[in-house]
Structure formats: structure tokens, C-alpha cells
């Protein structure tokens, strides 16, 4: 079974196009984070949602936008695509704070054309 | 502000050579480290980490809060291993992980 699964694996698209990325995690765990791997591959956290409340934004530009449903879900959504976007984008998820160990999807790879 | 850092980008070594991939941090407190792989287009794994004290695929690394250093090694490289490698510091308390630049372990048949 997959732990944290994240959808669409790949996609390509439009500059200035609005598009989410959907992640999951089945572990039960109550925090879930968003990374960004660009080209260089410098992997820096975005964002960071326990119990469904936002707890880290990292400088991000306000065209990205993360939604929590539910404990298992965190979608990010993302406006007015721009070439800088082009990344690939982690989902990852843990439990609780303190010494537990973080559990990474398998990256959505996004371009922007 | 904590700050992790792998001075190479790439290391390329020859199979059944030992490897020694470089992390130094900047923390006043006492942080959490770790070593996470990520295999081509995969995910990323986490490796090791240092209140752990295990060898995982035969790699170690040991903390050296002196140094503040938490270098991988291995003494002889597989194939296998080729991957790109990161090193992570996490404060006690807090999700936040803050991960190193990554460096290229490239093994050479």
C-alpha cells in the first residue's frame, strides 16, 4: 500500500493556467508538508499543516495556496503558473512534532510551457 | 536560523572505493539529523538518522556536534548506491526539516 501518494504523477501545462496537485497519506499521521526540488535539485519546504491548520509558510508567493480537508489530505493549489514553477513538488507527511520520521511521496513533476 | 550544508555537488567514485559524503550544520541548540536518498525519479528515503546509531545499506555516519558534522560513509561503494544524497536538520519540537543542497553520488563500474 501506498503511504503517501500523490496525483498528478506528471503534468505539463500553460503559463498563467491555475492547477492543484492532490496528495494523501494513508498513514494516520497529523502533519503534512509540501516541498518544492527545482532544477538544481534544492529541496526547500513550502508549507506545513498539522491537524489541518497551516503551522509553516515558507516565503512562498501567495499563488500557491494549500488546502486541508482532513488530517489524511493536502492539496496544493496553484495560480497564474509562471516558468519559475517548473519543480518537482513533494508531498510528504509525519507525526506529530518531535523525532518522528517524515515520509515522502513520489514528487509530481511540473512544467510549465 | 539553522542552515545545513553539503559542499559538493557531485562525487564520483569507483566501485569497492570508500565514500565519505560531506554535512556540516550551523545550530545553536541540539538538533535532529538525517540522511535521505533519493533514487532516480524516486521518492525520497530516509537512510539514516543519528539518534538511530545503525548502518543502513552499510552506510553510517555519526554526529560530531565539535565539528558540527554529520558525514555519511561507506566503506565500499556498490552500484547500487548511486543516488542523490541528502543531509537534513531538525530541531527538537518542530516539523520543520531543513534539508542540504544534495550531493550526486555517481559509482563508477
Known amino acids: 500500500d501506498t503511504a503517501v501518494s500523490q496525483s498528478p504523477k506528471y503534468l505539463v501545462t500553460q503559463m498563467g493556467n491555475d492547477k492543484s496537485i492532490k496528495c494523501e497519506q494513508n498513514l494516520g499521521h497529523d502533519t503534512m508538508y509540501w516541498y518544492k526540488q527545482d532544477s538544481k535539485k534544492f529541496l526547500k519546504i513550502m508549507f506545513s499543516y498539522n491537524n489541518k491548520e497551516l503551522i509553516i509558510n515558507e516565503t512562498v508567493p501567495n499563488r500557491f495556496s494549500p488546502k486541508s480537508p482532513d488530517k489524511a489530505h493536502l492539496n496544493l493549489h496553484i495560480n497564474s503558473l509562471e516558468l519559475g514553477d517548473s519543480a518537482v513538488y513533494f508531498c510528504?507527511?509525519?507525526?506529530?512534532?518531535?523525532?518522528?520520521?517524515?515520509?515522502f511521496g513520489e514528487g509530481s513533476w511540473l512544467t510549465v510551457v | 536560523a539553522q542552515r545545513v550544508t553539503q559542499p559538493e555537488k557531485l562525487l564520483s567514485v569507483f566501485k569497492g572505493a570508500p565514500v565519505e559524503l560531506k554535512c556540516n550544520y550551523s545550530y545553536s541548540g541540539s538538533p535532529e539529523l538525517f540522511w535521505y536518498v533519493q533514487y532516480s525519479r524516486q521518492r525520497l528515503q530516509l537512510l539514516l538518522r543519528?539518534?538511530s546509531r545503525e548502518s543502513i545499506k552499510g552506510f553510517t555516519a555519526d554526529l560530531n556536534k565539535g565539528e558540527t558534522s554529520f558525514h555519511l560513509k561507506k566503506p565500499f561503494a556498490q552500484e547500487e548506491d548511486s543516488a542523490m544524497y541528502y543531509c537534513?536538520?531538525?530541531?527538537?519540537?518542530?516539523?520543520?526539516?531543513?534539508f542540504g543542497t544534495g550531493t550526486k553520488l555517481q559509482v563508477i563500474p
Open positions: 537534513a536538520l531538525r530541531v527538537w519540537g518542530y516539523q520543520k526539516v531543513t
Open positions: 543519528h539518534i
Open positions: 510528504a507527511s509525519s507525526q506529530g512534532q518531535g523525532r518522528n520520521t517524515i515520509y
